[in-house]
């Protein structure tokens, strides 16, 4: 089973992330299959390929509960500035 996770990098008490997809049953800081998105949770800055997310997921990857909160904030993000 697939899983979008995130991987950690980044310095000592300065976390950062990339949104990868992986196997589920490799480490978190294992090789990805493919890298997604970013997420620095110190300035809250994040970037996501929300297309190759869409595609992974009807191909059957399953989200954490962090990356799933991130996908839900992009996309809230995205209609607001087509509204706009």
Same mark, same amino acid.
């Given at each position: 089973? #697939?899983?979008?996770? #995130?991987?950690?990098?980044? %310095?000592?008490?300065? +976390?950062?992330?990339?949104?990868?997809?992986?196997?589920?049953?490799?480490?978190?800081?294992?090789?990805?299959?493919?890298?997604?998105?970013?997420? /620095? +949770?110190?300035?809250?800055?994040?970037?996501?390929?929300?297309?190759?997310?869409?595609? %992974?997921?009807?191909?059957?990857?399953?989200?954490?509960?962090?990356? /799933?909160?991130?996908?839900?904030?992009?996309?809230?993000?995205?209609?607001?500035?087509?509204? /706009?």
């Amino acid at each position: 089973m #697939l899983k979008i996770r #995130l991987k950690r990098f980044g %310095r000592k008490k300065q +976390p950062s992330y990339r949104i990868i997809i992986i196997d589920s049953k490799k480490r978190r800081d294992g090789k990805a299959l493919e890298e997604v998105g970013f997420y /620095n +949770p110190i300035t809250k800055q994040t970037k996501l390929n929300i297309i190759k997310i869409q595609q %992974r997921i009807q191909e059957g990857a399953q989200p954490t509960k962090t990356v /799933n909160n991130l996908i839900v904030k992009a996309m809230a993000k995205q209609i607001h500035n087509q509204e /706009n």
